[in-house]
């Protein structure tokens, strides 16, 4: 069964860090770019940030460059998510999700995206 599972939301207090994990089971993600995508309540999805299939290119949301790291161990077949510098805006459910596609420029709302993870809360507060 093909899946991708997020791991490491939580609390944290603004400013603070915490590190996305998002491993895959069922397939390898060496032909797959990585995307990571947030939900705030009563928000539209949106795109954070991409990583292509070898980590080659990534592209960031604008709200989050500078303070968010993607990057991936194909050996372990995870994709990672650092995040530092958090702020209260942050505070979503965060997926990750794969696709046989290049990043582009900018993340994408990820209508393009095969397979997602079931999300992990993040909640930015203090």
């Known amino acids: 069964q093909l899946q991708l599972v997020e791991s490491g939301g939580g609390l944290v207090q603004p400013g603070g860090s915490l590190r996305l994990s998002c491993a895959a089971s069922?397939?390898?993600?060496?032909?797959?770019?990585i995307g990571w995508f947030r939900q705030a309540p009563g928000k539209e999805r949106e795109g954070v940030s991409c990583?292509?299939?070898?980590?080659?290119?990534?592209n960031y949301a604008d709200s989050v460059r500078g303070r968010f790291t993607i990057s991936r161990d194909n050996a372990k077949n995870t994709v990672y998510l650092q995040m530092n510098s958090l702020k209260a805006e942050d505070t979503a459910v965060y997926y990750c999700?794969?696709?046989?596609?290049?990043?582009?420029?900018?993340?994408?709302?990820?209508?393009?995206?095969?397979?997602w993870g079931q999300g992990t809360q993040v909640t930015v507060s203090s």
């Open positions: 999700a794969a696709a046989p596609i290049h990043c582009g420029a900018t993340p994408s709302q990820g209508y393009e995206y095969d397979y």
């Open positions: 069922g397939f390898t993600l060496d032909y797959y770019a």
């Open positions: 990583i292509s299939s070898m980590g080659g290119k990534t």
